[in-house]
């Protein structure tokens, strides 16, 4: 494409970032957008939106209004659901005692804490187990399960983990426990041998749900255990809805696409956390000192970060706690904890990720580096490295791998991919290939388990397998322009009226709306993880505050410290309310900037 070609968005083909600026409607979409706005009577914006992620006009009104009553699949559909549910709705008839097993994460703390509050339903006191990241590794472990079988436990249910574990749960079995699984993860090879394993992903199942966390399957699978007891005339659980605020959690939180029955949830989820039904999650937000009403950005960026840094760095079984919880007193009591465990998270991190930085600086040099970084260090910890990882591939716009290394030689690691470049079965393929002790995930992040010697292969193998996906994905990296607006539009008034097309995240990304020629009359560096702060001002006088977070030390946020105040320039990013003693107010997070008198650079 030439500098002037229409695609690009008010003509800018390189920016301070180094990408171009494209309209995220072609022609076709343009014109979609127009007869939705005509249909279905909203404004033009909002149109643009929905057409630019692919809704037509026949779809909009589900879109706009989504309910789970409406887009529930039959969980019959999901290979295996008509087992696990007959089999658990028998545990609860007979009052079984029931073991969870799930993972360190906030999906699989809230599919526990969801599992929990659905038994406790039926005055059953089922135990839980959460694995040290560093002691025991992901997933189950023969140790733990033993241990929960010597406590009475005759049926172990396995959240968010389990479809590759073929020795942990034959031994289950062996030892005369049940065990049901509900998972996402991808599958490869020989499954476990259990009585039910319920994942989407899995070969065999049609259902065509693998864009589910293993919240959301644990959600379906409770309406599916619910049906099995009601059709037998046995008590059933009293509101399941009311469990949709933590599938909402997880699902914001994995980062699992909003579309389908994940959108329903969400909407469903966020407006039951407004009423504060849940004490632990209120907690938290009291704890992250979120200001106006929860949305889903900050359970991505407040609550879910303090969930997670109890597996990370403390005690992993506090975040399944603090969600299962009813006790108010007993949630402010965990939140307080997972808030201080946060802040030293923060710090390991941001050591970690100053020397990953600087060693991934050293091995791509002035050239263009592999195409996916694969580094190690012994001064990194296990609970940190998925986050650096994600620093390392948007600083350097590749897929990157981050590995915490034992004295002894075995590390644990964390990748994270960009959009088109499959990580997940890279690793898989690595694991078959035996370059690797163990490894799994999806296709925008993975874990792995190695040694020192594995290392180099593994990196060679992951360059090899995946440089071809990453050169197209870097090749087609664009930013994408929902629509054009200037700094007087951007009222709270108008960024709330953006939420009737959401909730926004993975595949439904939050609008992105260009700024055309507007003036930098402030900035400075905030923070200790050096945030750019700055205010813009339209041609007529308007005025939007504004922030590009971590930029202080990249080009971008180079060229807004010293911007001239009397130049004009291009910007482009999203919009929120912020709170402020009862005040709302817009912010701008600056995702790129542009000089409108070059096309090139």
Same mark, same amino acid.
């Given at each position: 494409?030439?500098?002037?070609?229409?695609?690009?968005?008010?003509?800018?083909?390189?920016?301070?970032?180094? =990408?171009?600026?494209?309209?995220?409607?072609?022609? $076709?979409?343009?014109?979609?957008?127009?007869?939705?706005?005509?249909?279905?009577?909203?404004?033009?914006?909002? +149109?643009?939106?929905?057409?630019?992620? !692919?809704?037509?006009?026949?779809?909009?009104?589900?879109?706009?209004?989504?309910?789970?009553?409406?887009?529930?699949?039959?969980?019959?559909? &999901?290979?295996?659901?008509?087992?696990?549910?007959?089999?658990?709705?028998?545990?609860?008839?007979?009052?079984?005692?029931?073991?969870?097993?799930?993972?360190?994460?906030?999906?699989?703390?809230?599919? #526990?804490?969801?599992?929990?509050?659905?038994?406790?339903?039926?005055?059953?006191?089922? %135990?839980?187990?959460?694995?040290?990241?560093?002691?025991? @590794?992901?997933?189950?472990?023969?140790?733990?399960?033993? %241990?929960?079988?010597?406590? !009475?436990?005759?049926?172990?249910?396995?959240?968010?983990?389990?479809?590759?574990?073929?020795?942990?749960?034959?031994?289950?079995?062996?030892?005369? #426990?049940?065990?049901?699984?509900?998972?996402?993860?991808?599958?490869?090879?020989?499954?476990?041998?259990?009585?039910?394993?319920?994942?989407?992903?899995?070969?065999?199942?049609?259902?065509?749900?693998?864009?589910? #966390? $293993?919240?959301?399957?644990?959600?379906?699978?409770?309406? +599916?255990?619910?049906?099995?007891?009601?059709?037998?005339?046995?008590?059933?659980?009293?509101?399941?809805?009311?469990?949709?605020?933590?599938?909402?959690?997880?699902?914001? #939180?994995?980062?699992?696409?909003?579309?389908?029955?994940?959108?329903?949830?969400?909407?469903?989820?966020?407006?039951?956390?407004?009423?504060?039904?849940?004490?632990?999650?209120?907690?938290?937000?009291?704890?992250?000192?979120?200001?106006?009403?929860?949305?889903?950005?900050?359970?991505?960026?407040?609550?879910?970060?303090?969930?997670?840094?109890?597996?990370?760095?403390?005690?992993?079984?506090?975040?399944? =706690?603090?969600?299962?919880?009813?006790?108010?007193?007993?949630?402010?009591?965990?939140?307080?904890?997972?808030?201080?465990?946060?802040?030293?998270?923060?710090?390991?991190?941001?050591?970690? *990720?100053?020397?990953?930085?600087?060693?991934?600086?050293?091995?791509?040099?002035?050239?263009?580096?592999?195409?996916?970084?694969?580094?190690?260090?012994?001064?990194?910890?296990?609970? *940190?490295?998925?986050?650096?990882?994600?620093?390392?591939?948007?600083?350097?716009?590749?897929?990157?791998?981050?590995?915490?290394?034992?004295?002894?030689? %075995?590390? %644990?690691?964390? !990748?994270?991919?960009?959009?088109?470049?499959?990580?997940?079965?890279?690793?898989? &393929?690595?694991?078959? @290939?035996?370059?690797?002790? =163990?490894? @799994? /995930?999806?296709?925008?992040?993975?874990?792995?388990?190695?040694?020192?010697?594995?290392?180099?292969?593994?990196?060679?193998?992951?360059?090899?397998?995946?440089?071809?996906?990453?050169?197209?994905?870097?090749?087609?990296?664009?930013? =994408?322009?929902?629509?054009?607006?200037?700094?007087?539009?951007?009222?709270?008034?108008?960024?709330?009226?953006?939420?009737?097309?959401?909730?926004?995240?993975?595949?439904?990304?939050?609008? *992105?709306?260009?700024?055309?020629?507007?003036?930098?009359?402030?900035?400075?560096?905030?923070?200790? /993880?050096?945030?750019?702060?700055?205010?813009?001002?339209?041609?007529?006088?308007?005025?939007?505050?504004?922030?590009?977070?971590?930029?202080?030390?990249?080009?971008?946020?180079?060229?807004?410290?010293?911007?001239?105040?009397?130049?004009?320039?291009?910007?482009? @990013?999203?919009?929120?309310?912020?709170?402020?003693?009862?005040?709302?107010?817009?912010? &701008?997070?600056?995702?790129? &900037?542009?000089?409108?008198?070059?096309?090139?650079?």
């Amino acid at each position: 494409m030439s500098a002037d070609d229409p695609r690009y968005f008010l003509n800018i083909d390189r920016s301070f970032s180094g =990408k171009s600026w494209t309209d995220r409607l072609d022609i $076709a979409a343009q014109r979609q957008a127009t007869a939705i706005a005509q249909h279905h009577g909203i404004s033009d914006i909002l +149109a643009r939106i929905l057409a630019a992620r !692919g809704v037509g006009v026949e779809q909009a009104e589900t879109f706009l209004t989504p309910t789970i009553r409406e887009l529930m699949p039959d969980p019959s559909s &999901m290979t295996d659901m008509d087992g696990f549910a007959e089999r658990l709705a028998c545990a609860i008839s007979n009052k079984e005692q029931i073991a969870l097993f799930g993972d360190y994460d906030v999906d699989g703390a809230s599919s #526990c804490a969801m599992m929990l509050r659905f038994l406790r339903g039926f005055s059953l006191s089922p %135990t839980c187990h959460i694995p040290d990241r560093i002691f025991e @590794g992901y997933g189950p472990n023969i140790p733990a399960i033993n %241990t929960l079988i010597d406590e !009475g436990a005759t049926l172990l249910v396995l959240l968010d983990c389990g479809t590759t574990s073929v020795e942990a749960v034959a031994h289950a079995r062996s030892r005369n #426990c049940d065990v049901l699984i509900l998972d996402h993860h991808l599958a490869t090879g020989d499954l476990p041998d259990a009585n039910a394993l319920v994942n989407p992903n899995r070969a065999d199942d049609l259902s065509e749900l693998g864009y589910l #966390c $293993a919240a959301g399957v644990t959600f379906m699978a409770l309406v +599916a255990t619910n049906r099995v007891l009601r059709n037998a005339g046995h008590e059933q659980f009293a509101d399941l809805m009311s469990l949709a605020d933590l599938a909402a959690l997880a699902t914001i #939180c994995d980062v699992v696409p909003l579309k389908g029955l994940n959108r329903a949830l969400v909407v469903r989820g966020i407006s039951i956390m407004r009423q504060g039904k849940n004490p632990g999650i209120a907690a938290l937000a009291l704890a992250a000192r979120l200001n106006g009403p929860i949305a889903p950005q900050h359970l991505g960026f407040m609550i879910g970060p303090r969930i997670n840094a109890g597996g990370r760095i403390g005690d992993a079984g506090l975040g399944t =706690k603090l969600l299962a919880t009813n006790n108010e007193e007993e949630a402010m009591f965990i939140a307080a904890q997972l808030d201080e465990l946060n802040t030293e998270r923060q710090s390991i991190e941001a050591q970690a *990720v100053e020397e990953a930085i600087a060693v991934a600086d050293a091995e791509i040099g002035q050239g263009e580096g592999p195409a996916v970084l694969v580094l190690a260090s012994e001064s990194w910890h296990p609970g *940190v490295v998925g986050l650096v990882a994600s620093r390392l591939k948007d600083r350097f716009n590749r897929p990157a791998f981050a590995i915490a290394m034992r004295p002894d030689g %075995t590390g %644990t690691g964390s !990748g994270r991919s960009l959009s088109g470049v499959d990580l997940g079965n890279a690793v898989l &393929m690595a694991v078959e @290939g035996d370059l690797i002790e =163990k490894g @799994g /995930g999806h296709a925008m992040a993975a874990g792995v388990s190695l040694g020192q010697n594995q290392i180099a292969g593994f990196r060679a193998h992951l360059n090899e397998v995946l440089e071809q996906q990453v050169s197209v994905a870097r090749d087609r990296a664009s930013i =994408k322009i929902d629509a054009a607006i200037t700094a007087r539009t951007a009222t709270p008034d108008f960024v709330n009226s953006l939420s009737e097309v959401g909730p926004f995240g993975m595949g439904n990304p939050s609008p *992105v709306f260009a700024l055309a020629s507007h003036f930098i009359t402030f900035s400075k560096v905030v923070g200790k /993880g050096g945030h750019v702060q700055f205010s813009l001002k339209s041609g007529d006088g308007a005025n939007l505050k504004g922030i590009a977070f971590r930029a202080a030390s990249s080009d971008l946020g180079q060229a807004i410290l010293n911007a001239p105040k009397d130049k004009p320039f291009h910007f482009c @990013g999203t919009l929120n309310v912020d709170y402020w003693q009862d005040r709302a107010r817009v912010q &701008m997070r600056l995702i790129d &900037m542009a000089d409108p008198t070059k096309s090139a650079w």
